[in-house]
């Protein structure tokens, strides 16, 4: 299978550097693409010298799966560019431009009425391989859906949604790792106010994230049940919760939530 992908900044870049370093794909069988030679495409190369870069967006526009990955705003100009280049009957089209509809994917297609197109939504920790994606798609054989899931299972966890849960999954994954950040941030404010050095506190925080995760991971459990063990009546959990929430925690978080799919 050949990946070609159009624009190479945060995203496309990480994206480039996760399928190559993930071995399923050979490295030659990419190509990533960007009008500036600077930077990022420079930087590919030196890391995969097999990976194929180009400043002409229609180099990647013969291979089976082509993922654009440019600013929203630079969306249409884009497509308009490389549309007549991609046989829609043949090749999937991923866009992983937030906000652009599936229909609106749909309406490059000259070769067919119903293209192959997909949607979908990684965020940051794409870089690390630890991305939480969405995927939805129009048109999209089983087969098709499996390759797309395949591509991205390789940079981390992958959900199938239907369209209309794209916002949802982009203010819980891809604005709320932002808010995780932030959370991170709060807590270790507090311990370095606490008396702990802030990397120490950051450190300490970080693990303690990656426990709580893992804890949800492996039970299963609801997060009330993981908290109910660690509330002892009268202790001093339950009051840090309750403080918490005099200050409007859950509010603040569901409210932060809601705010980025307006
Ligand atoms: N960041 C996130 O958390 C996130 C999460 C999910 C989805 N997204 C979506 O991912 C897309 C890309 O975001 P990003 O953060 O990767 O942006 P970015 O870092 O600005 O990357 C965009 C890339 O596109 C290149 N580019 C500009 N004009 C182009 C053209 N005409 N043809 C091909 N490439 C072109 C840019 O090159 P120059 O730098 O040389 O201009 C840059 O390398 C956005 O649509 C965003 O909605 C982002």
Not at 58 to 69: H, S
Request: include cysteine.
């Amino acid at each position: 299978m050949t990946i070609g992908i159009i624009g190479a900044g945060n995203m496309g870049g990480a994206i480039a550097r996760g399928i190559a370093a993930g071995g399923n794909i050979a490295v030659a069988d990419i190509t990533v693409t960007s009008p500036n030679r600077h930077g990022e495409l420079d930087a590919l190369k030196a890391d995969f010298p097999d990976l194929c870069v180009a400043t002409d967006n229609r180099q990647a526009t013969g291979a089976d799966v082509i993922i654009v990955a440019v600013k929203p705003w630079l969306l249409d100009e884009v497509m308009s560019e490389i549309a007549d280049s991609i046989d829609f009957a043949q090749q999937i089209l991923v866009s992983i431009v937030a906000g652009a509809s599936l229909e609106h994917l749909a309406a490059f297609s000259k070769s067919t009425a119903t293209p192959a197109v997909f949607r979908v939504i990684p965020n940051t920790a794409i870089a690390v391989g630890e991305s939480m994606t969405f995927i939805a798609s129009a048109n999209a054989t089983s087969e098709q859906v499996g390759c797309v899931t395949d591509i991205f299972s390789n940079l981390g966890k992958v959900m199938v949604v239907e369209e209309r849960l794209m916002g949802a999954g982009t203010a819980i994954a891809s604005c709320g790792i932002a808010y995780v950040m932030r959370y991170v941030r709060a807590a270790t404010e507090a311990g370095v106010e606490l008396g702990m050095r802030a990397d120490d506190a950051k450190k300490a925080m970080l693990q303690t994230l990656i426990g709580a995760a893992r804890l949800l991971e492996a039970t299963g459990s609801n997060p009330e049940a993981e908290i109910d063990k660690v509330t002892t009546p009268g202790g001093l959990t339950i009051k840090g919760l309750n403080a918490m929430e005099r200050y409007g925690f859950t509010t603040a978080v569901i409210e932060g939530l809601k705010a980025s799919m307006k």
